[in-house]
């Protein structure tokens, strides 16, 4: 079985380069980008078998990015990122289509569970 693709997409470049070399140092296949910007390029080219999205990002937003995320590359499963329990983005963010939730920091061990789970679901489809 190849390694899991992840992306993960945070404007906070320690935070996304950390999390991207500990999900390497665990076998997956990741890497970290600063911007939406970024991320779209990515999706379409590349596209990961998750992502791993902040939020609360500079210009557009997390829920945006999903929306956008959701309208040109339907299958990639989301899993949203905050530093915030935010009820009303959470519930938005599901609604939309995101796989999960997570709050930072983030527990390693839950993240790469919920990433599996992900991972399985996006093999389904």
Known sequence: MRQTKVLVVDDEVEF??????????????AKAVYSAEDIFAIAKSDPPDVILLDLKMPGMDGIEILMTIREYVPGIEVILLTGHI????????????????ILKPVDIGELIAKIDKAREKHNKV
Do not use: N, P
């Open 16 to 29: 996304a380069s950390t999390l991207s070399e500990r999900l390497q140092l665990r076998g997956y296949d």
């Open 86 to 101: 935010d009820l009303e983005s959470k519930i938005e963010g599901i609604r939309i289509g995101a796989f999960d939730y």
